[in-house]
Structures are given as structure tokens and as C-alpha cells.
């Protein structure tokens, strides 16, 4: 079973970064797993944040481009991914959770098909 840790979370500014990390438990073929970030706010929805193929693309939700970038380790076999957030806003405050193993996708819905998880990292943005 795989297991994904996320860590980096936290309080900040609005304007400000983060870099949030997400480590696997155990040995994963990083050229078989399409990972992504995804959200989620007290009250609504889990929505995608941004997800990378085994090729190395990327695509990200509307709010967060120009601002978050994801990538994931090249050389390291573990597949750590990371998503580097800048300019934050208060409307990214929300659990932020790591995943593995679904579609190229971040689309609504589309959480739905990934096979792994973590447990999440807060993240909140004050004003």
C-alpha cells in the first residue's frame, strides 16, 4: 500500500509563499503515477489544484495560474512531488492534499479517480 505524507503547510500573508511537499511511504514508479494537488475549504467541494503526468506536464485550475507550480523530483525514484505557491491569496486558505494515481486532470470530479491520498496540510492565508 502506498502511503503519501504532505508536509509544508502553514500560516502566512496574504502575497506571501509556501512550498508544500509530498513524500511517498515506500518505493513508487514515478513513470507510472500521475500526481496532483488538490483543495479543500471548510464548506465546499475538494477541487484540483494542479496535477503532472509521467511526462512531466502540467495543468493547472484557473485561480491558481501564474501563481502555484508544481513538479516532482527528477532523479529521486520516490517521486516527491511539490507545489511552490506564491502571491497567496485568503481564498487558498484550505486542506491541501497530496495524490497519486489518477487522470491528467483538474476538473471537478476528477479527484474521484485517484487511487492514493495523503492526510492533508493546512494552509492559511490571512489578510
Given amino acids: 500500500q502506498v502511503y503519501l505524507k504532505e508536509s509544508g503547510g502553514g500560516s502566512v500573508q496574504a502575497g506571501g509563499s509556501l512550498r508544500l511537499v509530498c513524500a511517498p511511504n515506500k518505493y513508487m514508479y514515478k513513470e507510472t503515477y500521475c500526481m496532483g494537488w488538490f483543495r479543500q ?3 465546499k467541494e475538494r477541487e484540483g489544484v494542479a496535477v503532472i503526468d ?4 502540467t ?3 484557473d485561480s ?3 501563481r502555484f507550480t508544481i513538479s ?3 532523479d529521486n525514484a520516490k517521486a516527491t512531488l511539490y507545489l511552490q505557491m506564491n502571491n497567496m491569496k485568503p481564498e487558498d486558505t484550505a486542506m491541501y492534499y497530496c495524490a497519486a494515481g489518477g487522470p491528467f486532470e483538474v476538473v471537478r470530479g476528477s479527484d474521484k479517480f485517484f487511487q492514493h491520498w495523503g492526510q492533508g496540510t493546512q494552509v492559511t492565508v490571512s489578510t
Fill in 41 to 43: 475549504a471548510p464548506g
Fill in 64 to 66: 491558481v495560474k501564474g
Fill in 72 to 74: 516532482k523530483d527528477k
Fill in 54 to 57: 509521467t511526462d512531466g506536464s
Fill in 59 to 61: 495543468r493547472y485550475a
